[in-house]
């Protein structure tokens, strides 16, 4: 699939005119860059219908630069700029305080080609008094860097799930593949991922690993066996398939699914009770006979254990509540009714409202939250008073043509830095549900973040507290705050933290989740969708919620539409 190349490439092209100061035009290319990157279908199979403008965010403009990139493999227009751009200015965007127009500046003024080149100037004390460049930028321009280089050894779980069953699929095609399945920190859905682990059993071991290193999207073939073959993928990551004997699927699979502490936790256990266990199968120590191996469920069944979900195995716990018998019942995936965060093209979204209710109808939903942003979020086109009222309206009068669904008219508002929210409580009670969030002070103190936190959701009107800590995985930490207060006090007020789904924010992460319900909250997932094809974001939640150890009753995004109207006191 090209969809991801195509859509990095309009990003690079966003940036390049945003270098020039181009105005509106960047914002479509990365519009259309979001709907590639969550394009389900190959984009190909689109070109070929002659579909490509039914997908959002493509017009006439853009499809023609889609036509000729797939034919000839480049956009003409925009080579030439490229080529007086060097290539690295798109990895000093990458640091926080940075945009186009500053990487571009900084290339002007200082001959700053790449990270490294800036790393170098601010040692050296450069960029300081330069317009723009504020006393600290220095100091968060090298913290910036030190996020950018801790976060690209590892990818977000959003992405290498995309890549991981797209060669999953790929090796399917092969006639001789039996059992196949992703294993590792990705099995465990944990937030970012070192590599890709694939696990196969197989009539031809040869065969399987000859297409998987022919696959297009392999840059590198680092080692090339029958049973086990390591490539690096173009997007750098690395990727290992092993292949393996029927009767050593289940603990092979168990063992590579790790984590590394429970194994060696497991192993422990198996030791106490005379038995060995490795990725060949469970053994009795003394006989040496395999008495499991074959699959998991008959692994951990020899330690009269149930199933342990992936997700839960993390070494926080579930190997002595399996045994006392009293492993959660966590949250299935697709047991979502709805989703409580998503963004029309009333703010910064690609699409309707109708159009994001209709599919959302499609996915199975029964309710849909819009929560475009309030008045203070200029960038994202934050809906004034007005305007909040005007689609409150159009919001009731679209829903009139559904029965048994509902778009409920939310608002993502922000909490200013003295604690209040951006619109009245005359505004705020028209809602069905107000979400509260932090868009700006990301360094305040703590006492100062959490009192601002604390006074947002103590409205009475508050009822979800959006990606309560802040955090960009790989590009900002979050803001200083006190979880466990915030967490008390929605647990008082009925207030939900959210899981935001969006791949790079994770937030609440798993810890936080798990202690959020330990201390009495419901959950409320959000994709933060900026696009239809983002909404899939859930399954992400999802997996959040399992690592948390959530059941179903804990995330509100299972209630029914009568339940969800109920929790949120709606009338018809
Ligand atoms: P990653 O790739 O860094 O996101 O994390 P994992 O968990 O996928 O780790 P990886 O790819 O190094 O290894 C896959 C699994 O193999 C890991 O989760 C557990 C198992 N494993 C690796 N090394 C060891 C080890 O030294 N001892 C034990 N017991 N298991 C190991
Ligand atoms: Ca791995
Ligand atoms: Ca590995």
Redesign the pocket.
Known sequence: MKNLEIASLFYKIADLLEMQNVKWKPQAYRRAAQSLEALERDIEELWKEGTLKEIPGVGEGIARHIDEFLRRGKIRPFEAIMRKIPKGLGELMEIESIGPKKAFFLYKKLKIKNLGDLEAAVKRHKLGGLPGFGEKSEQNILKGIGMYKSGHE?MLLGKALSIAEGIVDELKKNRGIERIAI????R?M?E????I?ILATAENAEEVMDAFVNMPDVRDVLAKGTTKTTVVLNSGVQADVRVLKDSEFGSALQ??????EH??KL?EIAIKRGLKLSEYGLFEKKTGRRIAGKTEEEIYAKFGMKYIEPELREDRGELQAAMQGKLPKIISYGSAKGDFHVHSNWSEGSEGIEEIANAAKNIGYEWICLTDHSKSERIAHGLDEEKVLKQIAEIRRINRKFRDFRILAGSEVDIKADGGLDFSNEILKKLDVVVVAVHSGFKSAKGQMTARVLDGINNKYVKIIAHPTGRLIGKREGYEIDLERVFEACAKRGVMPEINAYPERTDLNDANAKRAIELGCRLAIGTDAHSIGQLHYMRLGIAMARRAWAGGKDIANTLNLKEIENLLKLRE
């Open positions: 590892r294993a590792g920190s990705l465990r944990k970012t991922i070192g590599d682990d063992y590579f699914t790790g984590n590394k194994n060696i192993r």
